[in-house]
C-alpha cells in the first residue's frame, strides 16, 4: 500500500476583531476547507463499513419497507471499495450478524459481496427495537481498524421501544470518536429525536426516507460519500490565553452541529473538539470566546484555531491554523459592525431552534408557540436565501407575508411533511463567497 497523501487543508477565520471599551465576547467563524487527495487505493485511505438494517416486526408493515431495505443493503454493498472490511447487521431487540456470521469485518470483493446479498436476500422481519444493542454489535466490529475510516449506517422503522432512553444514550456515549453513523428513518413511526441523538453523537447525518423507493439510492450515496473520506480523525483544537474561555463552538455549515460539551483537554490552555472524518469538502464552524474585558487601544490573541489530524498512535498532525483576534476601540463605526459571516450563521442556528420548538409546540397543542416560532423560522429562512427549508416550511404553515413571519398553522398536515422538516432543520446555506467581511 502507499503512502497516504493528506488532503490540503486551508483554515480562514471571518470576525470583526473590534470590540468597545468594556466587552469581553468575541464571536468568529472559522471555515475549513480541505483539497486534494482522493480517497482510494492509490491514497492509502482505509476504510471500515458497517451496515444496520431493522427487522423488527414493523417493517413488514406494509412490506414494501423490508423489501426496500433488502435492495438499499444490495445496492450499499456493491458501493463498498473493493477490499474495504465490511459486515451486514440485523437489529432488533437484540442484534445479529447477518454477514459473515461472526463477529468481524471481511473485505469486499466479487465473493463477498455475492455472499453478503445472499445473506441479505434472507432477511424477514420479527421482534421488537433495542438500538443500542446495534450500535454496540457495531462498536465491537470495528475494534482492531482504529486506523481505519469506520463508517456505520443506521436504519430504522420504529420507535426504540424495547430499552430506555438511558441505554441509547450510554450507547451513544460508547461509540462516540469511535465511528461516524448516518442515521436514516423510513416511514413515518420513527422518533426524529432518537436519530437526532444518534447522528449528533456520532457525527453523521439524519434524514428521513418516506418513499421505501428513493432508499437504494440514498444508502449508495451514503456509502460513496464514506468512501470519498481521506483523514480518519480530524480535530478541531482551540487555543485560548488564561482567563478566557471558550463559550462554544459550533459547526453551522453544511449543517448545525453542537459540540460545545465535546471538548477534550489536550493542554491547561488548548482543547480538542471533534470534527469526523474528512474528503474533498468545506465545513464552517462559530467559535465564542469570552476574554478578559480591555480598555481602548488594547490587542490580544483571543484564540488559535488549529485542525489536527490524530494518527493510530495519538500522535498529533497540524494540518491548518487560523488566528482570532480582540481589538478595543472608541470608534463605534468599527465595533458595531457585525460580521456577516457571523450574523448569517447566528440567524442560521436560530432558525433550526424555531423549527424544532415551533414543531414541539404544535404536538403538544400549544398552538400560539407553534405559530409564532415557526413564523419566526419563515422569516429567518427568507432572510439568508434557504430556499430548501422555505419550500419544507410552506408544507406546514400557510404564509402570508414571508418579511414579516406572519403565518398560519395548517390545519392538516402530512406526517412525512412534518418530519422532513424536522431532520432537516438543522441543514443550512452558506454567505456568498466574497461578503465574507461583510
Known amino acids: 500500500m502507499s503512502t497516504p497523501t493528506l488532503p490540503q487543508f486551508t483554515v480562514s477565520v471571518y470576525q470583526n476583531e473590534f470590540l468597545p471599551e468594556g466587552a469581553g465576547e468575541v464571536n468568529a467563524i472559522v471555515t475549513v476547507t480541505s483539497t486534494g487527495a482522493v480517497a482510494g487505493p492509490s491514497s492509502g485511505a482505509r476504510a471500515a463499513q458497517v451496515i444496520m438494517v431493522d427487522c423488527s416486526g414493523s ?16 445496492a450499499a454493498i456493491d458501493a463498498i471499495r473493493e477490499g474495504v472490511p465490511f459486515a451486514v447487521v440485523a437489529g432488533t431487540h437484540v442484534a445479529r450478524m447477518v454477514f459473515p456470521t461472526t463477529e468481524y469485518l471481511v473485505p469486499a470483493d466479487a465473493g463477498t459481496r455475492a455472499a453478503a ?8 422481519a420479527g421482534g421488537g427495537t433495542a438500538i443500542s444493542q446495534w450500535l454496540s454489535l457495531a462498536d465491537r466490529l470495528f475494534t482492531g481498524h482504529e486506523s481505519a475510516i469506520r463508517h456505520a449506517i443506521l436504519l430504522t422503522d420504529g420507535k426504540d421501544e424495547h430499552e430506555s432512553p438511558d441505554d441509547l444514550d450510554m450507547a451513544i456515549a460508547r461509540c462516540e470518536g469511535r465511528f461516524t453513523c448516518d442515521c436514516r428513518g423510513i416511514g413515518t413511526d420513527w422518533v426524529v429525536a432518537e436519530l437526532r441523538r ?4 456520532l457525527l453523521g447525518s439524519v434524514d428521513i426516507v418516506a418513499d421505501p423507493m428513493n432508499l437504494a439510492d440514498d444508502f449508495r450515496a451514503m456509502i460513496e460519500g464514506a468512501m470519498g473520506k481521506a483523514v480518519a480523525d480530524v480535530r478541531l483544537r482551540l487555543w485560548s490565553p488564561q482567563g478566557s474561555t471558550i463559550k462554544f463552538v459550533k459547526q453551522v455549515a453544511p449543517n448545525v452541529v453542537d459540540l460545545s460539551g465535546r471538548r477534550l483537554q489536550t493542554g491547561p490552555l488548548a482543547g480538542d473538539y471533534p470534527t469526523g472524518a474528512w474528503g474533498a469538502e468545506s465545513r464552517d464552524y462559530h467559535v465564542c470566546v469570552t476574554v478578559r474585558p ?11 484555531a488549529s485542525l489536527v489530524s490524530i494518527d493510530g498512535s495519538g500522535q498529533a498532525q497540524v494540518l491548518g491554523q487560523g488566528l482570532v483576534r480582540a481589538v478595543w476601540t472608541d470608534d463605534a463605526a468599527l465595533s458595531t459592525k ?3 459571516q457571523v450574523a448569517h450563521y447566528t440567524g442560521q442556528a436560530e432558525l433550526a431552534d424555531a423549527i424544532q420548538a415551533g414543531l414541539e409546540a404544535r404536538k ?7 405559530t409564532a416560532k ?4 419563515v422569516q429567518l429562512a427568507a432572510a439568508s436565501g434557504n430556499d430548501d427549508t422555505t419550500r419544507l416550511l410552506a408544507k406546514v404553515v400557510d404564509v402570508e407575508d414571508p418579511a414579516t413571519g406572519t403565518v398560519r398553522l395548517k390545519a392538516r398536515v402530512n406526517d412525512a411533511d412534518e418530519m422532513a422538516l424536522d431532520t432537516r432543520s438543522s441543514k443550512t446555506v452558506r454567505v456568498g463567497k466574497g461578503n465574507n467581511q461583510g
Open 374 to 377: 415557526l413564523g419566526r423560522a
Open 294 to 304: 480591555g480598555s481602548v487601544g488594547d490587542e490580544m490573541l483571543a484564540a488559535r
Open 59 to 74: 417493517m413488514d408493515y406494509p412490506s414494501a419497507k423490508m423489501s426496500a431495505a433488502r435492495q438499499a443493503t444490495k
Open 117 to 124: 446479498k445472499a445473506a441479505v436476500d434472507r432477511l424477514t
Open 338 to 340: 457585525m460580521n456577516r
Open 364 to 370: 403538544n397543542g400549544d398552538y400560539d408557540t407553534a
Open 198 to 201: 444518534i447522528a449528533g453523537g
